[in-house]
């Protein structure tokens, strides 16, 4: 490591410090008495606002300090802005690789070019920025496909409605935060396998922003309007589908049987829930992307090809399977 870059990092720690951010790793590398040569990754994370978002964060800290990889990580509190000032930061103390999570997909050409000029490799972790801006800004995409969680929540609905029988199964969806992509792409994913079929109304759709207490609240507005009108929930995160179950307990109906529950993620508490019959499907969406990013790293810091884009294995876990057996889920 040079002079000038050594001098950066450890002005970069002390800056990051007083401004929010968290470096991690053990030990800093004058510290460790290594050759000082340990790869530097700005991540920018969105915030803290599902138990999914912490097992995330978590799951890249622990990867990074498994892989020796320097982290300065910060935190944005769901504010586009603050993340965009978080990789401006990244770009000025020259780290190696920059990842972070857009929290919507449009508004992110500006500090890409910044990325790109200075000859940092960018990758997009968990979600996905629009198509309309320049695919040479980024490097690769590491995250689940939000499209095929969307349809596989469709079919399980689809095996619902053949066994329930009735004409009509009148849906409710509580939609994440407005203009990203695991929000618009589970919607259309969804909205893709029930269409066409007179047997499907989605009477109303409304943002709960991927949080528990929106969730709630918005569920305890349907129920008022609707009653006992709604047989589905399709909701698009474990948190919000835990504040809705509330709503529904609180109104007097059982949840899972007066009204059949979807979601996505796979925390434990939803798996809790679908072992007690209050749940009828979680899609999983795994937050454990810790790994995938380092090796991504270590790949793009040595100037390696990486994939386009990278989607972790996910399943579905439903009423109809044996939950039993399965490994505690960490988050
Ligand atoms: O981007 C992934 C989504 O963001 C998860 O489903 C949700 O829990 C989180 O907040």
């Not at 790109?116 to 690769?140: F, H, M």
């Not at 809790?272 to 749940?279: N, P, S």
């Not at 793009?300 to 579905?316: K, S």
């Given at each position: 490591?040079s002079k000038?870059r ?8 002390c ?8 470096p991690t790793g ?12 340990r ?6 994370q969105?915030?803290s606002?599902?138990?999914w978002?912490i097992?995330?964060?978590?799951s890249?800290?622990e990867?990074a300090?498994q ?10 509190n769901?504010?586009q802005e ?10 000025a103390?020259q780290?190696?690789?920059?990842a972070?999570?857009p929290?919507?997909e449009e508004?992110?050409e500006n500090?890409?070019y ?8 960018v990758?997009?972790s968990?979600?996905?920025?629009s198509?309309?801006?320049?695919e040479?800004?980024y490097t690769?995409?590491?995250g689940?496909?939000f ?7 469709g079919?399980?609905l ?11 199964l ?8 407005p203009?990203?992509t695991?929000?618009?792409?589970r ?6 396998v029930?269409a066409?079929d007179?047997r499907?109304e ?5 943002s ?5 207490s929106k ?6 507005k349907?129920l008022?309007?609707?009653g ?6 399709y909701?698009?995160n474990d948190?919000?589908?835990?504040g ?21 993620d796979?925390?434990?508490?939803a798996f809790?829930l ?5 749940i ?5 969406c ?10 991504l790293?270590?790949?793009?810091a ?12 996910e ?5 109809y399977?044996?939950l039993s ?5 960490g988050?």
């Amino acid at each position: 490591m040079s002079k000038n870059r050594f001098l950066l990092v450890l002005l970069a720690g002390c800056l990051f410090l007083f401004a929010g951010f968290t470096p991690t790793g053990k030990k800093q590398p004058e510290e460790t008495g290594e050759s000082g040569n340990r790869l530097l990754l700005g991540f920018a994370q969105i915030g803290s606002e599902s138990s999914w978002r912490i097992g995330n964060t978590r799951s890249v800290q622990e990867a990074a300090e498994q892989h020796g990889i320097q982290l300065m990580m910060s935190d944005a509190n769901q504010k586009q802005e603050n993340e965009i000032r978080a990789i401006r930061q990244f770009i000025a103390y020259q780290v190696d690789v920059i990842a972070f999570v857009p929290i919507v997909e449009e508004g992110w050409e500006n500090v890409l070019y910044e990325a790109k000029n200075a000859g940092i490799p960018v990758i997009l972790s968990d979600r996905q920025i629009s198509e309309k801006i320049d695919e040479n800004l980024y490097t690769t995409y590491v995250g689940a496909d939000f499209y095929v969680e969307g349809r596989r929540a469709g079919e399980f609905l689809l095996r619902k409605a053949e066994e329930s029988g009735k004409e009509t199964l009148r849906i409710v969806e509580l939609l994440g935060t407005p203009g990203s992509t695991p929000a618009l792409q589970r919607e259309k994913g969804f909205h893709d396998v029930i269409a066409g079929d007179s047997r499907f109304e989605v009477i109303e759709s409304v943002s709960g922003d991927f949080l528990r207490s929106k969730g709630k609240e918005s569920m305890e507005k349907l129920l008022e309007k609707w009653g006992d009108g709604i047989d589905v929930l399709y909701s698009h995160n474990d948190g919000m589908t835990l504040g809705a179950i509330d709503a529904i307990e609180k109104a007097g109906l059982q949840p899972g049987r007066d009204i059949i529950i979807i979601t996505v993620d796979g925390e434990q508490a939803a798996f809790d829930l679908v072992k007690e019959g209050k749940i009828n499907c979680v899609v999983e969406c795994t937050p454990m992307l810790g790994d995938l990013i380092m090796e991504l790293t270590e790949k793009l810091a040595a100037g390696e090809e990486v994939p386009r884009v990278i989607h972790p294995e996910e399943t579905m876990f439903t009423e109809y399977d044996d939950l039993s057996g399965l490994p505690a889920r960490g988050y």
